[in-house]
């Protein structure tokens, strides 16, 4: 079981990021997925997670109308969609598999003028 992020960066405040996470070694379509961040010095949270057809989702009460969180099960891909990033938005974000116990590496997002 495996799970890869991708697409964090350096942004601006104000600007946008889509992360990316890929999974591979179980049957994906059929679990629900999650996505978490920890910023410095701070409990790792939950950021949104998703039933395993989309249908359902769930947010993180201050990220509401901010972040979307959708999945692509043809591509076995977990996506969070995140705009008017704020400085506080600094994390490292995680994809986890909350069935499997299974974490993905983490990608760094820096929201920084």
């Known amino acids: 079981v495996r799970l890869v992020e991708s697409g964090g960066g350096l942004v601006q405040p104000g600007g946008s990021l889509r992360l990316s996470c890929a999974a591979s070694?179980?049957?994906?379509?059929?679990?629900?997925m999650s996505w978490y961040r920890q910023a410095p010095g701070k409990e790792r949270e939950l950021v949104a997670d998703?039933?395993?057809?989309?249908?359902?989702?769930n947010y993180a009460d201050s990220l509401k109308g901010r972040f979307t969180i959708s999945r692509d099960n043809a591509r076995n891909t977990v996506y969070l969609q995140m705009n008017s990033l704020k400085p506080e938005d600094t994390a490292v974000y995680y994809c986890?598999?909350?069935?499997?116990?299974?974490w993905g590496q983490g990608t760094q997002v820096t929201v920084s003028s």
């Open positions: 070694g179980f049957a994906f379509s059929t679990y629900a």
């Open positions: 998703i039933s395993y057809a989309g249908g359902s989702t």
């Open positions: 986890y598999a909350p069935s499997r116990r299974v």
